[in-house]
C-alpha cells in the first residue's frame, strides 16, 4: 500500500552535488531506520548511508565526509545531501525505511559525468 519515492536524481559532473530526498506515500508507523542504497550496473546493492531514528548515522567509507543524510520525522521524509561527486557514485540510489515493515523506493538514477 504506502510507496516510497525518490526525487532530486539526474546528471551531474564531477566534483558537483545533488540532494536526493524520499517521502512516503501515505503514513508508517514507528519507523525505525531510514538509509540509503545504490546499486550500479552488475554490482550488488550497498548500504550508502543509514540514520536511526535517534539521528544517528553511518556511512559507507567510500561516501564518508561527502555526503549527509538527514531526516525529519515529523514529515518521515529523508535527504541526502551528496558533494564532490565523483564518477564511481554513478548508481541508482534507494531510500529504505525499517518499520513494523521495511519499504523501499523504486530508485532514482544519479550520473556523474567526467
Known amino acids: 500500500q504506502v510507496q516510497l519515492m525518490e526525487s532530486g536524481g539526474g546528471l551531474v559532473q564531477v566534483g558537483g552535488s545533488l540532494r536526493l530526498s524520499c517521502a512516503a506515500s501515505g503514513s508508517i508507523f514507528r519507523i525505525d531506520v531510514m538509509a540509503w542504497y545504490r546499486q550500479a550496473p552488475g554490482k550488488q546493492r550497498e548500504l550508502v548511508a543509514k540514520?536511526?531514528?535517534?539521528?544517528?548515522?553511518n556511512y559507507a567509507d567510500s561516501v564518508k565526509g561527502r555526503f549527509t543524510i538527514s531526516r525529519d520525522n515529523a514529515k518521515n521524509t529523508v535527504a541526502l545531501q551528496m558533494n564532490s561527486l565523483k564518477p564511481e557514485d554513478t548508481a541508482v540510489y534507494y531510500c529504505?525505511?525499517?518499520?513494523?515493515?521495511?519499504?523501499w523506493g523504486q530508485g532514482t538514477q544519479v550520473t556523474v559525468s567526467s
Open positions: 529504505y525505511y525499517s518499520a513494523t515493515y521495511n519499504y
Open positions: 540514520i536511526t531514528s535517534g539521528g544517528s548515522a
